[in-house]
């Protein structure tokens, strides 16, 4: 069974970082691109940030890009999201996801990130 868990969000000041932490269980880890997406209140999902586990290619969208970095560790299937210099505006429930796009099939439960100003 394919599990994607979450973890790492929360309430974090303007300027301030989290890691957000998605470990994947029920696939070979190194055959799939992680996706990080995010869901504002009133908004769409939007894609944030991806990775290949395979050759580490990265994606960043243009408003995380200098900010956000993510990162995979294969031994721990694991993909984790370093959020720096947080704006009020990157508040959003955040997904991990198999794949790179928006119609992939597995998606984590989601982590609440929250910027305070």
């Known amino acids: 069974e394919v599990q994607l868990v979450e973890s790492g969000g929360g309430l974090v000041q303007a300027g301030g970082s989290l890691r957000l932490s998605c470990a994947a269980s029920g696939f070979t880890f190194d055959d799939y691109a992680i996706g990080w997406f995010r869901q504002a209140p009133g908004k769409e999902r939007e894609g944030v940030s991806c990775i290949s586990s395979s050759d580490g290619n990265t994606y960043y969208a243009d408003s995380v890009k200098g900010r956000f970095t993510i990162s995979s560790d294969k031994v721990k299937n694991t993909v984790y999201l370093q959020m720096n210099s947080l704006k009020p505006e990157d508040t959003a429930v955040y997904y991990c996801?198999?794949?790179?796009?928006?119609?992939?099939?597995?998606w984590g439960q989601g982590t609440q990130v929250t910027v305070s100003s």
């Open positions: 996801a198999v794949g790179c796009s928006e119609g992939g099939d597995y």
